[in-house]
């Protein structure tokens, strides 16, 4: 298009490539046309899914795993309302996503033109910030504010919307406000670093746990030398697994209080217990399964965010990566680090005790020869056989999504995903597909309940049309396992027709459409089944049957939210 004459939404899209974009996931329509004809005239990847919920998936997890916003354009209308339950995933997972939908011209609105809806207010009170662009010549400016809006500060899902006759009109790119500027948001109080260090003197149990707060602000580096300075326990939580490899001696894997290991016993026993751009949600029984005699201290670079459900005695807002560094000098000035780790000694003793005791309790599970295969058994053999550090697992289902998080090793961040907070059923095959795009060396593998399957499944045909070889191993207890079990342990029985599906073989509709299918009924076919999936250098399937009556954790935790009361359950 000659520089002198430009649509409006050839400038939209030019400006989302003066940012770096370079990938753009859509289901195309006439309300879009403009921007998506300047996307691939700028020669941005276009990747057209099969469902828009799948789109914004995908482009929440190339957010998640670029820390930079991923980006989804979405048309008028349906286009809209189908992106809307990946807008909220990404609100309680915080993720990068700037949503771009078009909508009815400005001329039409209310005249009962197609695709017509008011979008804005649906759409305003999900997202970090929304945004409106009605003249044309601010459309650039318009997408640098929604762009640094989705960055700045804790990051989340921004919205724009652009009208279709507003894309549409010419402009002179000459006389555009062409505004551009990425701040880095680098707070660090630095006293509150010192005060930190003086808790931590005084502690004999400390316990620090790394959240997306430290994933976002790249804090892994700096978090594996504070906890190996100063000896102490170090854990992750949700995307900030990986932070610091659950290889390192020091640290104790996920800070669940379901997990095999001590995640529990350390949140419950600590004195002093420190959150580093982790927040007190659900993971911690909403403030309920805090240290009752802990010092708390919160790190955040969100100050509304500290001090939810539980007073904090340190609160400090910062950037985990800045305030780490400032930790790990004064440790460093002081020369601390031998006295402190001589002080952690016996309650890292202790935790290790624990961890291999609660690891071997799990062996009945995860080491179980039954057919049915056990689910536990399914997580430990994909744990077993993703043993490369550069492997991506994506955890999508009920209990099969929570058996995989307690059984995942997670040696690199960003490389264990699952949906969050929001606990959306679904994610799986979409972030899968994202993961394998982003990084075509890497083996991706998708581990998903028969159930959550149902949701995404025909992405299939878009990794086979996009020749993505992703992996997805599908959990197969023939129903909405969590749901079989938690409404059986608080009402007494299943409902069938709740939870029952039967047995599908998912595999074959897979192989109909050109890729890989396999089946799976004994425990010793899993490894053997991967092998084949991986090399097959196609998008597989396999579809493992498992115990429809192994109940798991998360079912257990589910029938509790909902008022099932275990008799003389200590944590
Ligand atoms: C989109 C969505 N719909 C419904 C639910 C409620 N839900 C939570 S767990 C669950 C069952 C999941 O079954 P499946 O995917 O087969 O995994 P399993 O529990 O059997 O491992 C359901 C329906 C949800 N979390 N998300």
């Known amino acids: 298009m000659a520089e002198s004459k430009m649509n409006a939404g050839y400038l939209a899209a030019q400006a989302l490539v003066e940012r770096g974009v370079n990938q753009v996931f859509f289901i195309a329509g006439g309300h879009i046309y403009p921007i998506l004809d300047g996307l691939s005239k700028l020669g941005v990847n276009l990747m057209s899914t099969r469902h828009e919920q799948a789109a914004v998936f995908m482009a929440e997890a190339w957010g998640?795993?670029?820390?930079?916003?991923?980006?989804?354009?979405?048309?008028?209308?349906?286009?809209?309302?189908?992106?809307?339950?990946?807008?909220?995933?990404?609100?309680?997972?915080?993720?990068?996503?700037?949503?771009?939908?078009?909508?009815?011209?400005?001329?039409?609105?209310?005249?009962?033109?197609?695709?017509?809806?008011?979008?804005?207010?649906?759409?305003?009170?999900?997202?970090?910030?929304?945004?409106?662009?009605?003249?044309?010549?601010?459309?650039?400016?318009?997408?640098?504010?929604?762009?640094?809006?989705?960055?700045?500060?804790?990051?989340?899902?921004?919205?724009?919307?652009?009208?279709?006759?507003?894309?549409?009109?010419?402009?002179?790119?000459?006389?555009?406000?062409?505004?551009?500027?990425?701040?880095?948001?680098?707070?660090?109080?630095?006293?509150?670093?010192?005060?930190?260090?003086?808790?931590?003197?005084?502690?004999?149990?400390?316990?620090?746990?790394?959240?997306?707060?430290?994933?976002?602000?790249?804090?892994?580096?700096?978090?594996?030398?504070?906890?190996?300075?100063?000896?102490?326990?170090?854990?992750?939580?949700?995307?900030?697994?990986?932070?610091?490899?659950?290889?390192?001696?020091?640290?104790?894997?996920?800070?669940?209080?379901?997990?095999?290991?001590?995640?529990?016993?350390?949140?419950?026993?600590?004195?002093?217990?420190?959150?580093?751009?982790?927040?007190?949600?659900?993971?911690?029984?909403?403030?309920?399964?805090?240290?009752?005699?802990?010092?708390?201290?919160?790190?955040?670079?969100?100050?509304?965010?500290?001090?939810?459900?539980?007073?904090?005695?340190?609160?400090?807002?910062?950037?985990?990566?800045?305030?780490?560094?400032?930790?790990?000098?004064?440790?460093?000035?002081?020369k601390v680090g031998p006295a402190l780790k001589a002080q952690y000694a016996p309650w890292i003793a202790e935790l290790q005790e624990k961890k291999t005791a609660g690891i071997n309790l799990g062996r009945l599970a995860s080491e179980s020869p039954k057919v049915p295969i056990h689910p536990a058994r399914l997580a430990r053999e994909i744990d077993l056989f993703m043993d490369r550090e550069e492997d991506i697992v994506v955890g999508d289902g009920g209990d099969t999504q929570v058996w995989m998080g307690m059984f995942r090793t997670a040696r690199k961040e960003g490389h264990y995903l699952e949906s969050g907070l929001y606990g959306c059923l679904g994610i799986g095959i979409p972030y899968a597909i994202a993961a394998k795009l982003l990084y075509p060396q890497k083996r991706v593998l998708n581990v998903i309940g028969d159930g959550s399957v149902g949701f995404n499944f025909m992405e299939f045909e878009t990794a086979i049309r996009k020749k993505i070889p992703i992996v997805v191993v599908i959990s197969n207890d023939l129903g909405w396992g969590m749901i079989r079990h938690s409404s059986k342990l608080k009402l007494g029985r299943t409902i069938e027709e709740v939870s029952e599906i039967g047995q599908i073989y998912y595999e074959k509709f897979v192989e109909s459409m050109g890729g890989v299918g396999i089946f799976v009924e004994k425990p010793e076919e899993i490894r053997p089944a991967l092998e084949k999936a991986f090399a097959s250098g196609k998008p597989a399937c396999i579809n493992v049957l498992t115990d429809p009556t192994a109940v798991g954790p998360g079912a257990l935790a589910l029938a509790m939210v909902s008022g099932y009361k275990v008799e003389g359950l200590k944590i």
């Open 64 to 334: 998640r795993m670029t820390r930079k916003p991923g980006v989804a354009v979405v048309t008028a209308g349906p286009g809209f309302t189908n992106a809307l339950t990946p807008v909220a995933n990404a609100r309680l997972a915080n993720s990068p996503l700037l949503i771009i939908a078009g909508v009815v011209g400005l001329q039409a609105c209310e005249k009962l033109d197609l695709q017509d809806m008011v979008q804005f207010p649906v759409i305003s009170p999900m997202v970090k910030k929304a945004f409106i662009c009605q003249q044309a010549d601010r459309i650039y400016e318009f997408v640098d504010m929604a762009y640094r809006a989705c960055i700045a500060g804790r990051p989340g899902p921004v919205y724009l919307e652009l009208p279709v006759d507003v894309m549409n009109i010419t402009v002179n790119p000459h006389l555009v406000r062409r505004t551009h500027t990425t701040p880095e948001a680098r707070i660090v109080d630095r006293r509150k670093a010192a005060e930190l260090i003086i808790l931590m003197k005084e502690a004999r149990k400390p316990v620090f746990i790394a959240g997306s707060g430290a994933y976002y602000s790249g804090a892994g580096a700096e978090f594996t030398r504070f906890i190996e300075t100063a000896g102490a326990p170090g854990f992750t939580s949700s995307q900030g697994r990986g932070i610091i490899s659950d290889t390192k001696p020091l640290c104790f894997g996920a800070a669940s209080v379901i997990r095999p290991g001590c995640g529990g016993y350390a949140i419950q026993n600590a004195d002093l217990f420190v959150l580093l751009g982790n927040r007190i949600s659900l993971y911690y029984g909403c403030g309920q399964l805090l240290p009752k005699n802990a010092r708390i201290v919160q790190v955040d670079i969100e100050p509304e965010e500290i001090g939810r459900n539980t007073s904090v005695h340190l609160p400090v807002v910062s950037d985990i990566r800045e305030f780490l560094g400032e930790c790990n000098r004064l440790l460093e000035e002081q």
